[in-house]
Nanobody, 127 residues
Framework: VQLEESGGGLVQAGDSRRLSCGVS????????VAWFRQAPGEEYELLAA????????KYADSVKGRFTISRDNAGNAVLLQMNSLEPDDTAVYYC?????????????????????WGQGTQVTISS
């Protein structure tokens, strides 16, 4: 599985931004794709995750109601719509994927539980 993020950049506080994670590989319907971020000196933070089938999502409390994860079926991508951005949202944003059998109903929340990663895209929020 290969992943590539796009859509990062400099954003004014209060504005919105949409990140895209292009995903390629086989048997993608057996994967969970997640968005993480890492601020300088901080650990990876799970933001949201989605089953490739699109029927189940999970959000971190810190972004619930502001960020939305979704599938772009046409382009084989996973999107992260970010609204009401704040300076504390400044970080490198990564998408990651992990094989998840249909029998596994739990969402993995730790970065080490995801095998495949993109290179990341920087998002900077100016006040």
């Amino acid at each position: 599985v290969q992943l590539e993020e796009s859509g990062g950049g400099l954003v004014q506080a209060g504005d919105s931004r949409r990140l895209s994670c292009g995903v390629s590989g086989s048997a993608l319907n057996l994967y969970t794709v997640a968005w993480f971020r890492q601020a300088p000196g901080e650990e990876y933070e799970l933001l949201a995750a989605i089953r490739w089938t699109g029927d189940s999502t999970k959000y971190a409390d810190s972004v619930k109601g502001r960020f939305t994860i979704s599938r772009d079926n046409a382009g084989n991508a996973v999107l992260l719509q970010m609204n009401s951005l704040e300076p504390d949202d400044t970080a490198v944003y990564y998408c990651a994927a992990q094989f998840t059998p249909f029998s596994d109903s739990t969402f993995r929340t730790q970065s080490y539980e995801y095998r495949y990663w993109g290179q990341g895209t920087q998002v900077t929020i100016s006040s």
